[in-house]
């Protein structure tokens, strides 16, 4: 079974920084695509950033310039460094990961993990 475990969200003051991690565990082949999402209180899920397994990352408007997205084949992790954050950054983050195949020749059409909440205030 593949899972999704992030890492690394916290309290940080504006113009700081933070970095999140996605591990994915389990007997994977390969991901097509995996990012980060986040949810802010009252509002709907939105993409921060995503990368393909070709290198092409796409970021949020919001987030161009700021934030940057990667990810690791071997380790299967995907992170984000996150600059320059904002209050209205403030939002429980969700490791993505799209279109798994695994060894034993599983696919999973998406998987989400538990998230990280990343707080940003004075």
């Known amino acids: 079974q593949v899972q999704l475990v992030e890492s690394g969200g916290g309290l940080v003051q504006p113009g700081g920084s933070l970095r999140l991690s996605c591990a994915a565990s389990g007997n994977i082949n390969h991901i097509n695509t995996m990012g980060w999402y986040r949810q802010a209180p009252g509002l709907q899920r939105e993409l921060v950033a995503t990368?393909?397994?070709?290198?092409?990352?796409n970021y949020a408007d919001s987030v161009k310039g700021r934030f940057t997205v990667s990810r690791d084949d071997v380790k299967n992790t995907v992170n984000l460094e996150m600059n320059d954050l904002k209050p209205e950054d403030t939002a429980v983050y969700y490791c993505?990961?799209?279109?798994?195949?695994?060894?034993?020749?599983?696919?999973?059409?998406?998987?989400w993990g538990q998230g990280t909440l990343v707080t940003v205030v004075s």
């Open positions: 993505n990961a799209g279109g798994i195949a695994t060894m034993t020749r599983d696919w999973y059409l998406e998987l």
């Open positions: 990368v393909t397994s070709g290198g092409d990352a």
